[in-house]
């Protein structure tokens, strides 16, 4: 069974189907981002950057709306 990288599903009221999906190369990463409303504007709250590293590592960061880390996760590949 072929496993990618980086994969992301999720839900959202009012959706029949769920949103889901991952990068088509196998050296392909993935950005995500999340916002929010913030009275009559949106607002990003968070941003998920996945990618491979130079050393070939798969790594998954958060940071928050200034760009600061919130959480790191990385692993071999």
């Given at each position: 069974?072929?496993?990618r990288n980086f994969y992301v599903t999720g839900s959202a009221d009012g959706r029949e189907?769920?949103?889901s999906?991952?990068?088509r190369t196998a050296n392909g990463g993935?950005?995500?981002k999340l916002f929010q409303?913030?009275?009559k504007s949106s607002t990003l709250v968070y941003f998920v950057d996945c990618r491979v590293d130079v050393d070939g590592a798969l790594?998954?960061?958060i940071y928050?709306?200034?760009g600061g880390?919130?959480?790191e996760h990385i692993t071999k590949r």
């Open positions: 069974m072929r496993v189907t769920s949103i999906g991952g990068p993935m950005e995500l409303r913030d009275e790594a998954t960061r928050d709306r200034w880390l919130v959480a």
